[in-house]
C-alpha cells in the first residue's frame, strides 16, 4: 500500500527506516482473540511514526480501490478514534440499527461518524428467530421516528417516519 502511493516520503520511510527499525508497525487488533465463526478477519492497525505520513497515507488509501484492497470490498481505513468518538460511533450506530428496523430494510448505516442515507436500500440479512436478540426488537412510540435529521449525512432530506 505504501509502495503504491508513490509518495517520495512515505516509501522512503518504509523501505530504509520503516518495518526494519521498527518504526512503523503493524499488528492485528486483539491479537489474543480468536478469528470468529463469520470468517471475518481483525482489524490491521498500522502505526507510523507522525501524524503528517499518517495523513498521507490514509489520504491514498481513501483516494479509491487500491488493487491489493480490490477484492476486499468491505475494508477501508481511517484514523485511531477516541473514546468518545467510540461512544459516539456506538450510538449512532444503533440509532441507525433502530431505524433500519423500523423500515425493515437497511437503509441507514454509519461512516465517519455520521449516519448515512443509502440511494438503494436493501433487505436485511436474515437472521434466526433464536439468534435475534430482544434489544433489537423496536419498541411501539420509539423515537426513531423523530431523528433529527441533521445527523443524516446525505444530500436528501430524510424521512426516517415511514
Known amino acids: 500500500m505504501i509502495f503504491s502511493s508513490g509518495d517520495d516520503e512515505l516509501i522512503e ?23 470468529n465463526q463469520g470468517g471475518r478477519d481483525r482489524v490491521i492497525k ?9 495523513d498521507k497515507l490514509l489520504r491514498h488509501m481513501k483516494s479509491g480501490r487500491q488493487s ?25 450506530r444503533k440509532q441507525a440499527g433502530l431505524a433500519n428496523a423500523k423500515v425493515r430494510k437497511l437503509q ?3 461512516g465517519d461518524l455520521q449516519i448515512h442515507q443509502l ?11 433464536t439468534s435475534f ?6 419498541p411501539s412510540g420509539s423515537l426513531v421516528g423523530s431523528m433529527d435529521a441533521s445527523i443524516v449525512g446525505t444530500s436528501r432530506s430524510p424521512n426516517i417516519s415511514p
Do not use: C
Not at 520503516?18 to 491479537?31: C, E, Q, V
Not at 498500522?46 to 499518517?54: A, F, G, H, V, Y
Not at 436478540?133 to 423496536?138: L, N, Q, T
Open 13 to 35: 520511510e518504509e523501505y530504509y527506516r520503516g518495518f526494519s527499525k521498527r518504526r512503523i508497525t503493524a499488528h492485528r487488533r486483539l491479537p489474543m482473540k480468536p478469528r
Open 46 to 54: 498500522i502505526e507510523l511514526p507522525s501524524s503528517d505520513m499518517k
Open 68 to 92: 491489493l484492497t480490490r477484492r476486499f470490498v468491505q475494508s477501508y481505513a481511517r484514523r485511531d478514534y477516541t473514546v468518545e468518538e467510540w461512544e459516539l460511533d456506538r450510538s449512532l
Open 108 to 110: 441507514y448505516v454509519v
Open 119 to 129: 440511494k438503494n436500500a436493501r433487505h436485511l440479512p436474515y437472521r434466526s428467530p
Open 133 to 138: 436478540s430482544e434489544s433489537a426488537k423496536v
